[in-house]
């Protein structure tokens, strides 16, 4: 099985910044995609930032220009730096990732567990 393990987030003031890390372990044979998605309270899950199978990044209007997506191949890691933060991004933030698993030729969506972040003003 695969599993997505998350780390990074908290409670920080508005203006600072945090580095979300996402890792996934198991039986992996490729990794075709990776994304951030938030839930911010009440409301549905959305994209933040994602990285699709051609290497290109898009981000979420409201973000552009203070999130950073990246990955790290070898480490099955994806990450997202979040500079200048506001009030209003608090919310539930989930690490996505589209895998093919060895021994299969499906690809599936796999979640971290999510990890809160909260910004106080």
């Known amino acids: 099985q695969v599993q997505l393990a998350q780390s990074g987030g908290g409670l920080v003031q508005a203006g600072g910044s945090l580095r979300l890390s996402c890792a996934a372990s198991g039986s992996i044979f490729s990794i075709n995609a990776l994304g951030w998605y938030r839930q911010p309270p009440g409301k549905q899950r959305e994209l933040v930032a994602e990285?699709?199978?051609?290497?290109?990044?898009n981000y979420a209007e409201s973000v552009q220009g203070r999130f950073t997506i990246s990955g790290d191949n070898a480490k099955n890691t994806v990450y997202l730096q979040m500079n200048s933060l506001k009030p209003e991004v608090t919310a539930v933030y989930y690490c996505?990732?589209?895998?093919?698993?060895?021994?299969?030729?499906?690809?599936?969506?796999?979640w971290g567990q999510g990890t809160q972040v909260t910004v106080s003003s």
């Open positions: 996505n990732m589209r895998i093919t698993t060895r021994g299969s030729i499906s690809v599936r969506d796999y």
């Open positions: 990285i699709t199978r051609g290497g290109r990044i």
